[in-house]
């Protein structure tokens, strides 16, 4: 689908900018909405749209987020309220209802219904047998992604003496002495140029490891962060 | 799903539908894929291990995309078969269909989203006030 929401090439490229500036703002469901994005561009190709406004696209695929989001929230607290812990097909048609009971259905005011005659679930399997199957035109891999996450190994494991009788050999070992190894080189007026110059070497030399040090810790921190957004699959 | 024994052949022809369309739900997948909508289903705290579950959501949820879109194309339609009505040889340059935030709103509101666009951005909140209130 082309964009038709631009008027000339300028505004184009304004906007090609700005979305690069965005870059720096990236939000942890960027990847997810991309997709939506896809996803939701395809199904108005099907219905009969030719071009988009971006934000038209943006706003449907946020609401479409959204609407996956209520559908299993309401799907679970469903199957809490019954006592459950896991979710099954009357869960989510009795959420499918509450989401749609604005515009109503077939089959709601009778008592002695059988949930699966309802109007719902019913229209989804017309929706679905009069649609043409349109499959998403990228092959998408699990996500999010979990790293794995490498651990920096205890004093025993690492065979090394604990500095001390109270450090237990159980904790995490020290870090090499390499990567926090401060030498006193502040340089101030007094000095001439060329102490200077080594200073600052040597200043950078020792920065370098201590900075790939916090870099390593972070980054094994932030594993160990983002590992809970995947842990919901056991 | 419970297979009450005693239940009439109208509930157990319903059972039967709701079975067979789950299992044809499998044969053709929906337009929104599944890891999508696994992925936003576990952020809610919804847990199945069935496949076919995430296959209804996503079956449920494209209905409504497709609903919401046809809705904003009768709209985009009526508007330009409005203005076609004065200006016939421009008929052939508005033929491109495009999904306006104007047609995605009013569609929208029937199913009790409201969505309201900009329609401008200021640069500061003196933009537009008089020259001379301006100075003050």
């Given at each position: 689908m082309k964009d038709g929401g631009f008027e000339n090439k300028k505004e184009l490229e304004n906007s090609k900018n700005q979305s690069k500036s965005s870059k720096f703002y990236i939000k942890s469901d960027d990847f997810a909405l991309a997709i939506a994005k896809v996803a939701v561009a395809q199904v108005c190709e099907s219905v009969g749209f030719q071009s988009f406004q971006?934000?038209?696209?943006?706003?449907?695929?946020?609401?479409?987020?959204?609407?996956?989001?209520?559908?299993?929230?309401?799907?679970?607290?469903?199957?809490?309220?019954?006592?459950?812990?896991?979710?099954?097909?009357?869960?989510?048609?009795?959420?499918?209802?509450?989401?749609?009971?604005?515009?109503?259905?077939?089959?709601?005011?009778?008592?002695n219904r059988c949930v699966a005659n309802l109007g719902?679930?019913?229209d989804i399997v017309h929706f679905f047998g009069d649609g043409g199957d349109i499959t998403f035109a990228y092959e998408v891999p699990w996500f999010p992604v979990v790293k794995e996450w490498k651990r920096i190994g205890s004093f025993w494991e690492k065979g090394e003496d604990?500095?001390?009788?109270?450090?237990?050999?159980w904790l995490p070992a020290f870090p090499d002495p390499d990567t926090y190894a401060t030498q006193s080189s502040v340089g101030n007026g007094t000095m001439s140029a060329s102490n200077e110059v080594k200073n600052g070497r040597v200043e950078r030399k020792i920065e370098r490891p201590l900075l790939n040090f916090q870099q390593q810790f972070a980054h094994n921190g932030n594993e160990g962060g983002s590992s809970h957004v995947g842990g919901g699959k056991g | 799903m419970n297979h009450n024994p005693q239940s009439s052949d109208g509930k157990q022809d319903d059972d039967s539908a709701l079975s067979d369309f789950l299992a044809s739900l499998m044969d053709y997948a929906p337009t929104i894929p599944d890891e999508l909508v696994e992925h936003y289903l576990?952020?809610?705290?919804?847990?199945?291990?069935?496949?076919?579950?995430?296959?209804?959501?996503?079956?449920?949820?494209q209905k409504f995309v497709a609903e919401v879109a046809s809705d904003a194309l009768q709209h985009c339609k009526a508007r330009q078969a409005a203005v076609?009505?004065?200006?016939?040889?421009?008929q052939q340059k508005d033929k491109r269909l495009i999904l306006t935030m104007d047609d995605l709103s009013k569609?929208?509101?029937?199913?009790?989203?409201?969505?309201?666009?900009?329609?401008?951005?200021a640069d500061s909140p003196s933009t537009g006030?008089?020259?001379?209130?301006?100075?003050e």
């Open positions: 971006h934000s038209a696209l943006e706003a449907l695929s946020d609401i479409i987020v959204w609407y996956i989001y209520n559908l299993g929230k309401t799907s679970n607290f469903n199957a809490n309220l019954a006592g459950r812990v896991e979710a099954n097909v009357f869960d989510v048609i009795q959420g499918l209802e509450e989401l749609e009971s604005g515009l109503g259905f077939a089959g709601a005011s009778d008592v719902i679930v019913r604990p500095h001390g009788e109270h450090i237990p050999s | 576990a952020k809610s705290g919804f847990q199945c291990p069935d496949v076919r579950l995430i296959r209804l959501v996503a079956v449920a949820t076609v009505k004065d200006k016939r040889e421009k569609s929208l509101r029937e199913y009790g989203v409201n969505v309201k666009h900009q329609e401008y951005f006030i008089d020259p001379a209130s301006r100075e």
